[in-house]
């Protein structure tokens, strides 16, 4: 990692150049850099033909984008896109006087989570999966997260063991499919 040291002050004061708005982040920006240059560390092999010097420049590159970003004060939302972040000025007066919900509204806001995690998870499953075995399946993983073995999952759900056993491995495939959806395009490219 310390031979992309250079690469690393390269890029940083190329981007400054190229964004006058970024004097006085190099050292942030360095960070973000280094950030890259771990990222790349995990992912390169050396019989896999580039220097490691080389294989590091994409996501040195991209990480320090994102760190201004960040820097700069923008998010990303739930579809994607790049928007301002808006931030909210907190009263200390307010926060002292939080109310604290009842236990059952706190219950009904838990299981109106659940079902957006049941829906996003039903959408990264195989397709040609019917929609029975779908919900089945979000809600075993659902019940997994919250500490259930697999025979109280096999019983909620209606079937033995080893079919929520089953349930549960489709249910952690389509978690996997949704965190990869997550990752940035040049992030599975770089994988």
């Known amino acids: 990692m310390l031979t992309a040291e250079r ?3 390269w890029y940083v004061h190329r981007f400054v150049r190229r964004n006058p708005a970024a004097v006085g982040f190099e050292s942030d920006l360095a960070s973000y850099a280094w950030m890259g240059v771990m990222y790349a560390a995990q992912r390169w092999h050396p ?3 580039a ?3 080389t294989f590091a420049k994409v996501p040195v590159r991209h990480y320090v984008s994102r760190g201004w970003l960040i820097l700069a004060g923008v998010v990303r939302e739930e579809d994607g896109r790049y928007v301002p972040r808006h931030e909210v000025a907190l009263d200390v007066e307010e926060l002292l006087n939080v109310v604290v919900p009842p236990p059952q509204e706190r219950t009904v806001e838990a299981h ?3 079902a957006t995690l049941g829906e996003r998870l039903c959408a990264h499953m195989r397709p040609g999966m019917k929609q029975a075995v ?3 399946a979000a809600r075993a993983y659902l019940l997994h997260l919250g500490g259930e073995t697999l025979e109280s ?3 909620q759900v209606g079937h033995p063991r080893q079919r929520a056993h089953q349930l549960l491995n489709q249910a952690e495939e389509a978690a ?3 965190a990869a959806s997550m990752k940035p395009a040049w992030e ?3 994988a």
């Open 176 to 178: 996997l499919r949704w």
């Open 47 to 49: 019989e896999g033909g």
């Open 188 to 190: 599975r490219r770089a």
């Open 7 to 9: 690469l690393v002050w």
């Open 51 to 53: 220097a490691f010097v």
């Open 134 to 136: 779908r919900e089945k």
């Open 112 to 114: 109106r989570l659940a």
């Open 153 to 155: 999952i096999g019983q």
